[in-house]
């Protein structure tokens, strides 16, 4: 068992930054993948980017490419989410995931999740 504890969330104005961090209690495998998906109010989850945790491929949805920036510590087992140029449209809940494959997580995958709110 892996537990994902996200950090970082909070209160911005539109066209502002946040790194969201999340920290695994455990060894993350190279074969893993980490994702971060988020759930706005009143929308479904949605996957947001990926990073494979051997070699470092990384992965966005359209709606934040160019703007975010995931990347990973593997002495931390920890993985970032940069989230630059934020939009009152990013306003959401983020988690992390640990799966096998990009947008996709074990059932005992998720961290508890963090607010992100922008406004405009």
């Known amino acids: 068992q892996v537990d994902l504890i996200e950090s970082g969330g909070g209160l911005v104005q539109a066209g502002d930054s946040l790194r969201l961090s999340c920290a695994a209690s455990g060894r993350i495998y190279s074969s893993a993948v980490m994702n971060w998906f988020r759930q706005g109010p009143g929308k479904e989850r949605e996957f947001v980017s990926a990073?494979?945790?051997?070699?470092?491929?990384?992965y966005y949805a359209d709606s934040v490419k160019g703007r975010f920036t995931i990347s990973k510590d593997s002495a931390k087992n920890t993985v970032y989410l940069q989230m630059n140029n934020l939009k009152p449209e990013d306003t959401a809940v983020y988690y992390c995931?640990?799966?096998?494959?990009?947008?996709?997580?074990?059932?005992?995958?998720w961290g508890q999740g963090t607010q992100v709110t922008v406004s405009s």
């Open positions: 995931g640990r799966g096998a494959n990009i947008g996709e997580v074990f059932k005992d995958g």
């Open positions: 990073i494979r945790w051997g070699g470092g491929r990384t």
